[in-house]
Nanobody, 123 residues
């Protein structure tokens, strides 16, 4: 499985960005999908995740109400719509997949990773 994330950029506080992730090489299996971010000097953290069936979507508290996770199974893409961006959202954003249908918050359980896309929010 290869994941490619794109859509990052330099924006001002309050602006919006849409990140996208395209998957290829996927076999027939169930997997959960997620978006993570890593700011300089900080550990990678999970931002949002969706279960295989789409019945569960999880967001970290700091982005609730501002970020929206969506998925297109047929196109093998996920998107993270980010609105009301804040300087503290500045980070490299990664898309990821894990084997199994459920959301797991432990970063170590996510196996497949995209290359990351930089999001910088100026104040």
């Amino acid at each position: 499985v290869q994941l490619q994330a794109f859509g990052g950029g330099l924006v001002e506080a309050g602006d919006s960005l849409r990140l996208s992730c395209v998957a290829s090489g996927r076999t027939s299996r169930m997997f959960a999908m997620g978006w993570f971010r890593q700011a300089p000097g900080k550990e990678r953290e999970i931002v949002a995740a969706m279960s295989w069936g789409g019945e569960s979507v999880w967001y970290t508290d700091s982005v609730k109400g501002r970020f929206t996770f969506s998925r297109d199974k047929a196109l093998r893409t996920t998107q993270l719509e980010m609105t009301g961006l804040k300087p503290e959202d500045t980070a490299v954003y990664y898309c990821a997949e894990r084997e199994g249908p459920a959301i797991v918050l432990n970063t170590a359980s996510w196996i497949y990773w995209g290359q990351g896309t930089q999001v910088t929010v100026s104040s």
